[in-house]
Nanobody
Framework: QVTLVESGGGSVQAGGSLRLSCAAS????????MGWYRQAPGKQRDPVVT???????NYADSVKGRFTISRDNAKNTMYLQMDSLKPEDTAVYYC?????????????WGKGTLVTVSS
């Protein structure tokens, strides 16, 4: 079991910045990738960026050059630095962890944190 807790959401004007945090606890060693997803009102949940245990990242085209994922392994925490925010970035942002154990893959989700970008 992995528990994820997000923080850092809020309201900001277009062009501003926010940093989200995701603290992980539980079976940390079974995590093989983590990431941030977002869900805008009335839309499906989409990936924003993922990072593997080896550090490989994959960003959505819409956030490349503006968002940066990082992690602090000592604190079991992942971050998402969001710069040059746009109104279309408004969404609930979810932290995700994927584990692989005994041939079974499992996705874990945080409860989400709301980011609102005003024009």
């Amino acid at each position: 079991q992995v528990t994820l807790v997000e923080s850092g959401g809020g309201s900001v004007q277009a062009g501003g910045s926010l940093r989200l945090s995701c603290a992980a606890s539980g079976s940390i060693l079974s995590i093989n990738s983590m990431g941030w997803y977002r869900q805008a009102p009335g839309k499906q949940r989409d990936p924003v960026v993922t990072i593997t245990a080896g550090g490989s990242t994959n960003y959505a085209d819409s956030v490349k050059g503006r968002f940066t994922i990082s992690r602090d392994n000592a604190k079991n925490t992942m971050y998402l630095q969001m710069d040059s925010l746009k109104p279309e970035d408004t969404a609930v942002y979810y932290c995700n962890a994927h584990t692989w154990s005994k041939g079974v893959g499992t996705h874990y989700w945080g409860k989400g944190t709301l980011v609102t970008v005003s024009s």
